[in-house]
Each structure stands twice: as C-alpha cells, then as structure tokens.
C-alpha cells in the first residue's frame, strides 16, 4: 500500500484566517500616533494624483518588500527608482516623499 501526501484545498475557514493574520500583521506595522503610510501631500506642485498612484504601489510593495523590490526593479528605470525610494525610506533622512519626488522628476524628463 503506497500513501500520497497531497494538499488539501482551503477552505472559507482558512482562507478567513489567512486574511485575519494579514490584517493583524498590517495592523501590527501601523502604530496609533503614526496612521497609514503615505505620501505628505505637495500643494505648491499638486503632487495629489502621483500621490494616489504611488500609495497604491506603496502598498503592493509592503505586502512582500523583497518580491515585489525585485519586480518593481525589473519594469523600468523609474520603477527602480521607486523601489530603490521605498526601500530607503526612514534611512539617513530619506522620506517617502523623497522617492516620489525622483519619480516624478524621471517623468517629466
């Protein structure tokens, strides 16, 4: 008699606690004086639309920083230099605000 491991599919209850550790963890990084991160919005230049955008890719990259490094890093020069930004934030002075700041100076070039 031979016996096969085979993996079981999730069912709702895994996949509920799967969601519930995430959030617990995403909650675990997000202290109560310091809210969500995000980008300090720049009224002199209306940085509101890059803003969005670049929130949403903060995110994406939060969730797995090393995948999504590698990934972000293989699409193009300003998606390097975004990730390069992401990954640098809080070291030496460097903001999140820094990064899109490069971002946007690559783009308009």
Known sequence: MTVTA?????????????????????????????????????????????????TILLSIWMQNPSKWKGHFKDMKRTMNVLASGFHHSGENGRTLESARNKVRHLLHQ
């Open 6 to 54: 085979s993996k079981r599919p999730l069912d709702v209850d895994d996949r509920t606690e799967v969601k519930a550790k995430k959030a617990k963890l995403l909650k675990e990084t997000i202290t109560k004086d310091q809210g969500p991160l995000g980008f300090v919005w720049d009224g002199e230049n209306y940085s509101c639309a890059y803003d969005s955008v670049l």
